[in-house]
Nanobody, 126 residues
Framework: QVQLVESGGGLVQAGDSLRLSCAAS????????MGWFRQAPGKERDFVAA????????YYADSVKGRFTISRDNAKNAVYLRMNSLKAEDTAVYYC???????????????????WGQGTQVTVSS
């Protein structure tokens, strides 16, 4: 089992950057594929980015490709989401998630993930 805690959210202006962090408990962090999702008010939760267990592969939603970068540090039990050129439409609660099944390498669906953090709010003013 793994517990996830996100941090780094906040209120920024359009065009600014933020880096979200997700700290994971446990000694088997490297056995989990990780992902970031977001949920805007009144909308469904959307996939943002995923990273493989070793960190050698990543996958992004089209809406963030070229602006966001997912990375992980297995020695620190952490996954990150660097967000550049933020837009008002990026405003949402951002969640990190961990997938324990080895059938999941770069999951883009919520049901592929077993554990979720509590979320961190990102608000981008235009």
């Amino acid at each position: 089992q793994v517990q996830l805690v996100e941090s780094g959210g906040g209120l920024v202006q359009a065009g600014d950057s933020l880096r979200l962090s997700c700290a994971a408990s446990g000694r088997t962090f490297s056995s989990y594929a990780m992902g970031w999702f977001r949920q805007a008010p009144g909308k469904e939760r959307d996939f943002v980015a995923a990273i493989s267990r070793s960190g050698d592969s990543t996958y992004y939603a089209d809406s963030v490709k070229g602006r966001f970068t997912i990375s992980r540090d297995n020695a620190k039990n952490a996954v990150y989401l660097r967000m550049n050129s933020l837009k008002a439409e990026d405003t949402a609660v951002y969640y990190c998630a961990a997938a324990g099944s080895f059938r999941v390498r770069l999951g883009k669906y919520g049901y592929e993930y077993d554990y979720w953090g509590q979320g961190t709010q990102v608000t981008v003013s235009s």
